[in-house]
T-cell receptor
Framework: ETGVTQSPTHLIKTRGQQVTLRCSSQ?????VSWYQQALGQGPQFIFQYYREEENGRGNFPPRFSGLQFPNYSSELNVNALELDDSALYLC????????????FGSGTRLTVV | TQLLEQSPQFLSIQEGENLTVYCNSS?????LQWYRQEPGEGPVLLVT?????EVKKLKRLTFQFGDARKDSSLHITAAQPGDTGLYLC??????????FGQGTELSVKP
């Protein structure tokens, strides 16, 4: 059973650029959630995808967008990067409800300069 | 907005000591989960508690869910340096997505 894989592991971008982060969910999981985690803080919910549809969104602007593909893998896109977007971006997969617990990837460390 | 407050935020103890981390909210959750995160890695699920008053043990770690399903605690007995990490509680609202507390940074010194 493979876990959650995220790519790339590290990324440096310039303010104003666009970035795409990728996530392969754990085998058998049909739900993908994306979180942003600042250093020393808890993860903040960005959005969730279930069966290729957005299934809930946190308090993030529209320049944060995503996709889920038929194989349940997912992308997080961020446009017009700002310095405050620098964070660890975590992808988590699950089988439906949050009650069952999430399996997280190791994250993508994004630095915006 | 549902919030989870963790305390303490930072904890530095000697090997062999006991400690308790608290996770509180004014909201009811259908379940509460505890995760442990090491630097450069994603959070790893330790336990899920579902029933009010439930107690679960995982070796030296004891997890409790409050009777009203609004709070939880994590107790570690005889802490070891390998327990060092960021401990996160996360709540699953009745309708909604998993939300996290701000975390407790634990450092256990040999």
């Amino acid at each position: 059973e493979t876990g959650v894989t995220q790519s790339p592991t590290h990324l440096i971008k310039t303010r104003g650029q666009q970035v795409t982060l990728r996530c392969s969910s754990q085998s058998g999981h049909n739900t993908v959630s994306w979180y942003q985690q600042a250093l020393g803080q808890g993860p903040q919910f960005i959005f969730q995808y279930y069966r290729e549809e957005e299934n809930g969104r946190g308090n993030f602007p529209p320049r944060f967008s995503g996709l889920q593909f038929p194989n349940y893998s997912s992308e997080l896109n961020v446009n017009a990067l700002e310095l405050d977007d620098s964070a660890l971006y975590l992808c988590a997969s699950s089988l439906g409800r949050a009650d069952y617990g999430y399996t997280f990837g190791s994250g993508t460390r994004l630095t915006v300069v | 907005t549902q919030l989870l407050e963790q305390s303490p935020q930072f904890l530095s103890i000697q090997e062999g000591e006991n400690l308790t981390v608290y996770c509180n909210s004014s909201s009811v959750f259908s379940s509460l989960q505890w995760y442990r995160q090491e630097p450069g890695e994603g959070p790893v699920l330790l336990v899920t508690v579902v029933t009010g008053g439930e107690v679960k043990k995982l070796k030296r770690l004891t997890f409790q869910f409050g009777d009203a399903r609004k709070d939880s605690s994590l107790h570690i007995t005889a802490a070891q340096p390998g327990d060092t990490g960021l401990y996160l509680c996360a709540g699953a609202p009745t309708r909604g997505k998993l939300i996290f507390g701000q975390g407790t940074e634990l450092s256990v010194k040999p």
